[in-house]
C-alpha cells in the first residue's frame, strides 16, 4: 500500500522559507510513469496545484506562484521536499504531497495535509 | 487560472441518485479528457475515484460514473449511502501544463 507523509514545521514567520518533506512508502520515487507533487488548500479556498518533480528531477511549477517554489527528490531517503520562499500570510494552508500519474493523469495517493500557518 | 466551479453543497437521501457538477472553460475541462475526481472524508487524505472524465480506479464502487459535455464534467453517485458523504473535489489538466481543482463539494447523506 503505498503512503505519503508530509512533515515540517506548522508555523513559519513571515518572509522566511517555508520548508516540506513528504515521505514515500510502499512505492520507490524512481518509479517510471509517475511524477510528485505538492498542493495546498487555505482555509475555506479551493486546492491549488504547486508543482511537481519527474523521477528524473525535472521540474515543473505553477506559473501563477509567485517566484521562490523549489521542489527536490531526495531519491537514497525515499522522498521529496517543497521550499517556498519569502512566505506571507496567503501562503498559509494545508499542504498535501501526492503522487501524480503521467498515463492516465491524475493525482492517485496523497499524503493527509499538514497545517502551515505563517504568522510572526 | 481560474478554480473551477463546483456547487459548494448537496445532499441526498439514502437509496438516492445525485449528481455533481464542474464547470471550467476550453482551456482546461473543455478541452481535455484528463478530469479526475477526488473524494475526502474529514481527516482523511483524498482519494481518486475518476479519472480520464468517466473510468474508475480498481476497487472504486461501480455507483459512482463521471462524465463530461462542454465544459462541464459531472460525478454522478447513484444508490446513495452513508458512507458516500464526504468532500468531493474535482481536477482537470490545463493548456498551461498545469492542473486545477474545483472549490469542493460538500456532500450530505440525510
Known amino acids: 500500500q503505498v503512503q505519503l507523509q508530509e512533515s515540517g514545521p506548522g508555523l513559519v514567520k513571515p518572509s522566511q522559507t517555508l520548508s516540506l518533506t513528504c515521505t514515500v512508502s510502499?512505492?520507490?520515487?524512481?518509479?517510471?510513469?509517475?511524477?510528485w507533487s505538492w498542493i495546498r488548500q487555505p482555509a475555506g479556498k479551493e486546492l491549488e496545484w504547486i508543482g511537481r518533480i519527474y523521477t528524473s528531477g525535472s521540474t515543473y511549477y505553477n506559473p501563477s506562484l509567485k517566484s521562490g517554489v523549489t521542489i527536490s527528490l531526495a531519491t537514497p531517503k525515499n522522498q521529496f521536499s517543497l521550499k517556498l520562499n519569502s512566505v506571507t500570510a496567503a501562503d498559509t494552508a494545508v499542504y498535501f504531497c501526492a503522487r501524480g500519474i503521467v498515463i492516465p493523469p491524475a493525482f492517485d495517493y496523497w499524503g493527509h495535509g499538514i497545517l502551515v500557518t505563517v504568522s510572526s | 487560472q481560474s478554480a473551477l466551479t463546483q456547487p459548494a453543497s448537496a445532499s441526498g437521501s439514502p437509496g438516492q441518485s445525485i449528481t455533481i457538477s464542474c464547470t471550467g472553460t476550453s482551456s482546461d475541462v473543455g478541452g481535455f479528457n484528463y478530469v479526475s475526481w477526488y473524494q475526502q472524508h474529514p481527516g482523511k487524505a483524498p482519494k481518486l475515484i475518476i479519472y480520464d472524465v468517466s473510468n474508475r480506479p480498481s476497487g472504486v464502487s461501480d455507483r459512482l460514473s463521471g462524465s463530461k459535455s462542454g465544459n462541464t464534467a459531472s460525478l454522478t453517485i447513484s444508490g446513495l449511502q452513508a458512507e458516500d458523504e464526504a468532500d468531493y473535489y474535482c481536477c482537470s489538466y490545463t493548456s498551461s501544463s498545469t492542473w486545477v481543482f474545483g472549490g469542493g463539494t460538500k456532500l450530505t447523506v440525510l
Open positions: 510502499g512505492a520507490s520515487i524512481s518509479s517510471g510513469n509517475y511524477y
